[in-house]
């Protein structure tokens, strides 16, 4: 082990003496060493060599054999000729220095030799390669405070037992510098491994791969080590060179080879002295002697563990005010006139209280019924909260109509499904308070958000606007139309909640948009192809038809358009949106209102009659043909004004023969012509300007139908069918008919998509 390398030179003398005037005039006094290794040493023996401390049962080798065990590797052979002297393990020849000696966690700190394997242009460079080794009697490394560490970037370390029965090692390779960081070893430029238990000694290697030749000019050499485990840090600078030789190794040692049960039964050669505890060893084999809880010193002396003052130390102790010693502890006293344990209160303990008097029964009554006043009042106010709030829920549900919903239902059909009453809080936590990212739509009458109910059932929440007292009647209207129709195609009502400030509606969720959206957006309206949009629009008259005429009370829309069909995942249409609808008693045919509905979808005979009509839903739906047709908007101020609007310019260029020049492109490039002109006529039909002149419902959903199924058979074309025939038999089995045409759940109400016509809200 290279130790001590120019030691005769002038210079390193001078500042050796620099630094040992140092020690004597700063450091501590060989007195205060002394003072401190009395206790762990036996009398009359050498407590110290250098600035190493010699506990027993280790022993200086010119000292009396009494003074340590009988057992070499608890000899410490203090070389003399140095200064400060530089104790060695067991014998000079060793080589191997010891740093410290450490009886309470039984482990030795020795200082080891860096193991390391350069190169230059011409390849190996023998003389400054070196590959270290360790040899010592009995006492192992410690496998919890040591680590096997390599450094290099071409590089391989193995640690071997001398014995052969094991090796292992790591590898580190980096074919720059700039891919190595600083820090704890991470693999690249340096790589670590634990050392086994039971390991005693050890001899290491290093090999390359490619001689350094690819990172000769960052890292010429490879290293190897084994040091304490929070010792080394490595640096990218270490690669071109390690800038110690030495590191600190633990080794932990024990007594003897036998067990603290083993070594017991002999009394003679048992070494743990009184107050201590016997613990076997973990690494290696042997037992190790610890003082008991409450005292210190050397367990291996006669009397060497002492009773600790932790009175004499305010942080040894937990007492508040008076501390009593006794032999291993200490008890906590209260000064008289106190009682309690004495402990700090936040030490565990009660600490020390004032005895009871007259004055202090006085205080604890007074404060006693302070607190039963303040619990009374904090009750009282809370009930009062409580009861505000329900009265607020009260008020709240007759503001939004709750009574003449319930008056409303009770006067329906009794076996009408009812729908379910929800909670504000539910729809709080569905909805995340209402959070702006889940609004998935808006409309004349509020806004849709998505949510998300506790059974993990997806819904559409319609949150009315603030708006007056008149706009309760067609929040009422919706719940009370939509209670009445018992169609998959029309939209499922799941409830509502009446206990907010502003009414609420609880519908199924459709996740596909509105036909608005697939017909004016041009990369969705390529994918709706001719037989899609034919299938949409007869399932849309199949749904109006049944409100019509198929359901206990016949139902007006009055706001039909295409921004009020939703499409599911299958592009099936889902009717919604009954906020302006109409029941119609049985013995009306027409119902006198305040005009509503959509600007290019309005029936202009109600628009200047304010008779609402069956004819009128016929009228609109007229206009969602022949947008389905053209892919046109219904109403736009941004094309010219004989075609701003698109129904009276679809019967201008009908009746100049220019249908295909209107239609859109990707229905044309089809050629379905003949259906689409059967299509167009009956769109024209259902604009006409007088409702009597034009088809019901059921008359276009039964040509709808008709159409679709010669698209899918061709056959059928072939076949002669008697419309009026066809409207006969519609009329003695309409249940049957309506099945066949109405294949899917319904919407709900305002357009699920952001995306809301211009006009939506100016047209109601």
Same mark, same amino acid.
């Given at each position: 082990m290279k130790r001590v390398e120019g030691r005769t030179m002038v210079i390193h003398e001078l500042l050796l003496k620099v630094v040992l005037l140092g020690t004597i005039i700063l450091g501590p006094s060989h007195n205060q060493i002394a003072e401190a290794a009395d206790?762990?040493?036996?009398?009359?023996?050498?407590?110290?060599?250098?600035?190493?401390?010699?506990?027993?049962?280790?022993?200086?080798?010119?000292?009396?054999?009494?003074?340590?065990i009988d057992r070499p590797s608890f000899i410490v052979y203090c070389d003399n000729s140095t200064s400060p002297p530089i104790p060695y393990m067991w014998k000079k020849s060793s080589n191997i220095e010891i740093l410290d000696i450490f009886v309470k966690d039984h482990e030795l700190r020795i200082n080891v030799s860096i193991g390391q394997d350069c190169y230059d242009s011409s390849g190996l460079d023998e003389n400054s390669s070196y590959y270290p080794s360790l040899h010592q009697p009995e006492f192992p490394i410690s496998s919890t405070k040591n680590k096997f560490t390599a450094v290099g970037c071409d590089t391989m370390a193995f640690f071997r037992d001398p014995r052969g029965k094991f090796s292992f090692g790591c590898a580190s390779l980096c074919s720059t510098n700039s891919t190595v960081s600083s820090g704890p070893c991470s693999g690249i430029g340096c790589c670590q491994a634990s050392i086994p238990r039971d390991t005693f000694n050890y001899n290491i290697s290093i090999w390359s791969f490619s001689y350094h030749s690819n990172v000769l000019d960052f890292n010429p050499c490879s290293y190897a080590f084994v040091a304490e485990t929070d010792a080394y840090n490595f640096s990218v600078s270490d690669l071109s060179r390690l800038k110690f030789n030495e590191s600190a190794l633990v080794l932990d040692w024990a007594i003897g080879n036998q067990t603290c049960e083993e070594a017991q039964k002999n009394s003679t050669s048992y070494m743990c002295t009184e107050n201590t505890n016997c613990t076997n060893a973990e690494n290696g084999s042997g037992y190790k002697c610890n003082c008991l809880e409450g005292y210190r010193g050397n367990p291996y002396l006669t009397n060497g563990c002492h009773d600790i003052d932790e009175c004499a130390d305010p942080k040894m102790n937990k007492c508040e005010r008076k501390c009593h010693n006794i032999e291993g502890s200490y008890t906590c006293l209260c000064p008289k006139g106190y009682y309690g344990d004495g402990k700090k209160v936040g030490g565990g303990g009660q600490g020390c209280i004032a005895k009871s008097s007259h004055l202090m029964k006085i205080l604890v009554g007074g404060a006693v019924g302070i607190i039963v006043l303040l619990f009374s009042i904090g009750f009282l106010y809370f009930g009062y909260k409580e009861r505000k709030l329900i009265r607020l829920k009260e008020q709240y549900f007759k503001q939004n109509g709750g009574l003449l919903l319930q008056q409303q239902l009770h006067e329906r059909d009794r076996t009408t499904k009812t729908v379910k009453i929800f909670s504000a809080q539910e729809l709080e936590k569905a909805t995340d308070n209402y959070d702006k990212s889940r609004i998935v739509g808006q409309g004349g009458y509020g806004t849709v958000y998505k949510g998300l109910l506790p059974n993990n059932m997806v819904v559409a929440i319609k949150k009315s606007k603030l708006v007056d007292q008149s706009q309760i009647e067609q929040f009422i209207n919706e719940v009370i139309v939509l209670s009445q129709i018992n169609n998959r195609n029309v939209v499922k009502l799941l409830g509502?909640? /009446?206990?907010? &400030?502003v009414p609420l509606l609880v519908y199924e969720f459709v996740d596909n948009g509105t036909l608005f959206d697939h017909v004016h957006n041009p990369n969705k309206s390529s994918k709706l192809s001719w037989e899609m949009r034919l299938r949409i629009a007869s399932?849309?008259?199949?749904?109006?038809?049944?409100?019509?005429?198929?359901a206990s009370t016949p139902i007006i829309h009055r706001d039909v358009k295409s921004s009020n069909i939703l499409l599911d995942a299958n592009y099936t249409a889902r009717v919604s949106d009954f906020g302006a609808s109409r029941l119609v008693p049985l013995d009306q045919t027409q119902l006198s209102t305040m005009v509503q509905g959509t600007l290019g979808y309005l029936d202009p005979e109600y628009f200047h009659t304010s008779q609402l009509t069956e004819k009128s839903d016929v009228y609109s739906f007229g206009v969602v043909l022949v947008e389905l047709l053209t892919g046109?908007?219904? /109403?736009?101020? &941004?094309?010219p004004e004989e075609e701003r609007s698109l129904a009276k310019y679809f019967l201008s260029s009908l009746k100049n023969d220019k249908l295909?020049?209107?239609?859109e492109e990707v229905i044309a490039n089809e050629e379905n012509n003949e259906q689409v002109r059967e299509v167009a006529n009956l769109a024209k039909r259902c604009l006409k300007i007088k409702g009597e002149e034009?088809?019901?419902?059921?008359?276009?959903?039964?040509?709808?139908?008709?159409?679709k199924a010669m698209a899918k058979h061709p056959?059928?074309?072939?076949?002669?069918?008697?419309?009026?025939?066809?409207?006969?038999?519609?009329e003695e089995k309409p249940d049957v008919y309506m099945d066949s045409i109405v294949t899917t759940s319904t919407g709900y109400a305002d357009s699920m998509k952001s995306h809301v016509m211009p006009l939506d809200s100016s047209g109601r």
């Open positions: 206790s762990m040493t036996k009398a009359g023996c050498r407590s110290s060599c250098g600035n190493l401390l010699i506990p027993y049962p280790f022993g200086s080798s010119d000292s009396d054999p009494q003074c340590r509502c909640c /009446l206990e907010t &400030d399932e849309t008259a199949g749904v109006l038809s049944y409100l019509h005429s198929t046109k908007k219904a /109403l736009s101020f &941004d094309r295909f020049q209107i239609v034009r088809p019901t419902m059921k008359e276009v959903a039964m040509e709808l139908e008709g159409l056959w059928v074309n072939g076949i002669d069918v008697n419309p009026e025939e066809m409207v006969s038999l519609l």
